[in-house]
C-alpha cells in the first residue's frame, strides 16, 4: 500500500487542522491506521491509530487525547486526523503508517509499520 499524506500548515494556538492520509494499491479498511509525529531533535512519536475494518477501538497518546480524533472514509479510501485545541508542542512532522499485522498492544511501535507516507509540517505558533 502507497499512503501520501497532506494537510498541514501553519495554525495559531487553539486553532484546528485536519490531515488526510490517501492510500492507494489496497484498502485502508484492512489494515491498522497510525498517525505519527516527530519534532526536531526529537524521536518519532506514537499519536493516534485506528484498527483493521473497525473504527470502534481507536487509540491515543495520552498527550492528544480529546483533542484530536483519527477516522477513516472506506470509500475514500483516506485516513483523517482532525486536531483541535492545537498547541505549540504539536508541532512536528505529521507522519500515517500502516501495518496488516500489528497487534493492540504495539499499536505505539513505530518500527511494527513497514508503511509511511511523506510527512506533513504542522507548526502551530504561540
Known amino acids: 500500500v502507497q499512503l501520501q499524506a497532506f494537510g498541514g500548515g501553519l495554525v495559531q494556538a487553539g486553532g484546528s487542522l485536519r490531515l488526510s492520509c490517501v492510500a492507494s494499491?489496497?484498502?485502508?479498511?484492512?489494515?491498522?491506521m497510525a498517525w505519527f509525529r516527530q519534532a526536531p531533535g526529537k524521536e518519532r512519536e506514537f499519536v493516534a491509530a485506528?484498527?483493521?475494518?473497525?473504527?470502534?477501538?481507536?487509540n491515543y497518546a495520552s498527550s492528544v487525547k480529546g483533542r484530536f480524533t483519527i477516522s477513516r472514509d472506506s470509500a475514500k479510501n483516506t485516513v483523517y486526523l482532525q486536531m483541535n485545541s492545537l498547541k505549540p508542542e504539536d508541532t512536528a512532522v505529521y507522519y500515517c503508517?500502516?501495518?496488516?499485522?500489528?497487534?493492540?498492544?504495539?499499536?505505539?511501535?513505530?518500527?511494527?509499520?513497514?508503511?509511511w507516507g511523506q510527512g506533513t509540517q504542522v507548526t502551530v505558533s504561540s
Open positions: 494499491g489496497r484498502t485502508v479498511s484492512g489494515y491498522v
Open positions: 503508517a500502516a501495518s496488516s499485522t500489528i497487534i493492540t498492544s504495539e499499536y505505539h511501535n513505530a518500527p511494527r509499520y513497514p508503511y
Open positions: 485506528i484498527p483493521r475494518w473497525s473504527a470502534s477501538s481507536t
